[in-house]
């Protein structure tokens, strides 16, 4: 709804008041007027007009009779006649011009329209026309090195774990064709109990199972906690175990892999070993059981207490003068 502005009402009917006020005034000097122009005429016209108009019957006749009337009344009956019909025209024309304004306003906030520059859109879809491109299909265009949607480490786990759900479901099902018998009560295929082929092969759960570990123990290696001496050590060589995993060649085992790890931080077989169950353990649980070298030394002797120390000092000089010791 188009509001109009604050005051406008009141200049409105000042307007109006104005308007009732000149037609007023004209309406009286046109009364002055006719009052001075009956005064100047001879009382010879007046009594003729005062007779003509008495003769007349009081009902409407068929043929309209013809007044004579002085030339001079009648030219100023006219120029008053035009007078008024210019006056009436003038303040019609007032009121719409009015009523277009107060139809125009508008409020203060709302804003001047904005002019739309459509010649880059039609330069455009010029472009894609020739082309051979429809500007409503899905025209995205690939670039060289762009990285799509990544799932993350939470979302490939659950995509795992789902295929596993899905694989152990379907181990002791029947295939679609034992459902489907011919008419003479043979089968197309004989009945096979036992495992179905799954949607992904095993080899591909591990892989994706293997790549979502990676990228997990490298965000956790590289976080701002931070980690050093032996845990460090324990998680940088189940990376390297996990990573030369890709390569691995027919008739290489898990242990031969581990070893040659184990060697790269100058370890032996026993290292490689413990590689091989932590890398275990943090596919299954996600953490590597933290090492307890260093935390089983002994406590340090009392001798070397401050305390201790100072308590036998004084001992010591307050029995300077005897020249024993006390007997342990």
Not at 284 to 294: T, Y
Request: overall charge negative; aromatic content about 6%.
């Amino acid at each position: 709804m188009v509001q109009g502005r604050p005051g406008r009402g009141t200049k409105r009917q000042q307007h109006l008041r104005a308007a009732r006020e000149r037609k007023r005034q004209k309406r009286e000097e046109r009364l002055d007027r006719e009052e001075v122009v009956v005064g100047d005429l001879p009382e010879e016209r007046l009594d003729r007009e005062e007779v003509v108009v008495g003769d007349l019957p009081e009902e409407p006749r068929v043929g309209v009779e013809v007044v004579d009337l002085p030339e001079e009344l009648l030219a100023r009956v006219g120029v008053e006649d035009d007078s008024e019909l210019e006056e009436s025209e003038l303040e019609h024309s007032e009121d719409e011009d009015f009523e277009e304004e107060e139809a125009c306003e508008v409020t203060d906030t709302e804003e001047d329209p904005v002019e739309v520059n459509t010649f880059a859109l039609q330069t455009m879809m010029a472009s894609s026309r020739e082309l051979g491109l429809d500007a409503f299909e899905d025209n995205t265009t690939v670039f060289n090195y762009q990285r799509g949607a990544e799932p993350s480490v939470r979302t490939q786990y659950r995509q795992v774990q789902h295929a596993r759900e899905l694989e152990e479901g379907a181990k002791n099902t029947r295939t679609l064709e034992h459902y489907f018998q011919r008419s003479g009560g043979k089968q197309a295929n004989p009945i096979t109990l036992g495992r179905s082929t799954p949607a992904i092969s095993s080899d591909e759960l591990k892989k994706i199972k293997r790549e979502a570990a990676i990228k997990s123990i490298k965000k956790k290696i590289e976080s701002k906690k931070g980690m050093n001496g032996q845990n460090l050590m324990r998680h940088q060589a189940v990376l390297g175990f996990l990573q030369i995993q890709r390569a691995k060649k027919l008739g290489e085992s898990r242990e031969h892999l581990a070893l040659q790890v184990a060697r790269c931080f100058g370890k032996g077989i026993y290292f490689a070993r413990r590689i091989v169950s932590w890398e275990r353990e943090w596919l299954e649980d996600g953490a590597i059981p933290e090492g307890k070298r260093g935390c089983y030394t002994k406590t340090k002797s009392w001798f070397k207490d401050e305390g201790v120390e100072q308590a036998v000092r004084e001992w010591l000089l307050g029995r300077s003068g005897e020249g024993t010791f006390p007997s342990t």
